[in-house]
């Protein structure tokens, strides 16, 4: 793989972010190759990376996606060249027609959605639709992000579903956010034991995302052994994940530059051009400290050890994170990489105080930057019209 250059070798405007192909593919292989092993299906989740102009690339490994919405439902059929997955938590019956003729596949959040929507459910076949379960088990310590949190809105608990509605043929649980095999094994027990009485009569069952099967220290192996074995116990099944931070997990970068260094009561901050409310809003959503190229993280201010905060651009107070260390006083134009910035970034992003969007690049495999996208203040003002 290719290490990422310099911003000043790439000639990028400031900020960016970077996808780096080499990286996009290493990932796109292992999980292909886990497909193919464990002889299910693995698509590509939008709500964490909907970069449609990289899609030829994921074409390549994967055939289909799945979206939360009726325009992620539209940005599949038109540029993944494949009807969707679709889940929403909850549909209307204006869109509703919309999102049957983009999706291949629609799993309803409640049991009256099933029956608000029966009368504009086709019968012939041309869709799939499926119910999503509550396994009421999720290792996701972040309540934020947990689906099966108590009172969740999401899904059915097996309490409340005696038999399987009329129409559905398949059933769709979410359960994990950068969880391990482990988390899914579990899971799947917890299903077979408390959903027994609904397998049976099913035709598919989606596993939805976070599995980070990309992730350095995740059980590759335990993850294909878990599926074949359900997959043997369950042969009628056909089986589907949808991870999303997987696909772009570790594969590009978000470049930045200090614009101003500022002192007080002792703690050095350092303000960049990007925000992380912004640009980067799972830092302070999660929150967690993220990896800058060259500096360590620290616990505390330590300013011996050229520690700082660094200080996002936008007007909200706590726009900020820190510390880190570096080898070196910062300086006014000195450039930043912020690591591993691909997945829930570019799709979360806002125009918040009408401060610049990152551009982003692709940087392909033979060194040769291609510049997707740039933003302007057209595009500001185009969302406040």
Wanted: aromatic fraction near 10%.
């Amino acid at each position: 793989m290719t290490q990422a250059p310099s911003l000043d070798t790439l000639k990028l405007p400031s900020p960016s972010y970077v996808l780096e192909e080499d990286k996009l593919r290493a990932n796109l292989s292992l999980i292909r190759s886990v497909a193919d092993r464990a002889g299910v299906e693995i698509i590509l989740a939008f709500k964490a990376y909907a970069l449609w102009k990289t899609f030829p690339i994921i074409r390549e490994y994967i055939a289909h996606s799945t979206a939360s919405s009726i325009w992620e439902a539209q940005l599949a059929y038109e540029e993944m060249g494949a009807k969707a997955h679709t889940f929403s938590p909850a549909y209307t019956e204006e869109e509703f027609p919309t999102i049957l003729r983009y999706s291949s596949h629609v799993s309803f959040n409640s049991l009256s959605q099933i029956e608000r929507m029966r009368p504009l459910m086709p019968r012939d076949g041309s869709v799939s639709f499926g119910l999503r379960i509550n396994p009421e088990y999720s290792a996701v310590e972040t309540d934020l992000y947990n689906p099966c949190a108590p009172g969740s809105r999401f899904g059915v608990p097996a309490s409340e579903l005696a038999e399987l509605p009329e129409g559905i043929e398949g059933l769709h649980f979410h359960s994990l956010c950068e969880g391990s095999a482990e988390d899914l094994e579990v899971t799947l027990g917890l299903i077979e034991r408390n959903f027994a009485h609904i397998l049976l009569h099913i035709k598919w069952l989606n596993m939805g995302g976070g599995h980070l099967m990309t992730r350095k220290d995740y059980d590759v192996e335990r993850l294909v052994r878990v599926l074949q074995e359900f997959k043997a116990r369950h042969p009628q099944l056909q089986l589907i994940l949808e991870p999303g931070s997987a696909f772009a997990w570790q594969t590009g970068f978000l470049t930045s530059r200090v614009v101003d260094i500022v002192e007080h009561h002792g703690i050095r901050t350092a303000i960049v051009d990007v925000s992380f409310t912004c640009h980067m809003p799972d830092c302070l959503e999660m929150p967690y400290q993220p990896a800058i190229r060259g500096a360590k993280t620290s616990g505390e201010y330590r300013p011996e050890a050229h520690s700082y905060r660094i200080g996002g651009n936008s007007c909200l107070s706590g726009d900020f994170i820190g510390y880190w260390e570096f080898d070196h006083p910062l300086e006014i134009g000195e450039q930043i990489i912020f690591e591993d910035m691909l997945h829930y970034t570019t799709v979360k992003t806002t125009m918040f105080n009408g401060i610049s969007h990152p551009s982003i690049s692709l940087l392909r495999s033979s060194g040769e930057v291609e510049l997707l996208r740039t933003f302007d203040y057209a595009d500001y003002k185009g969302r406040m019209d």
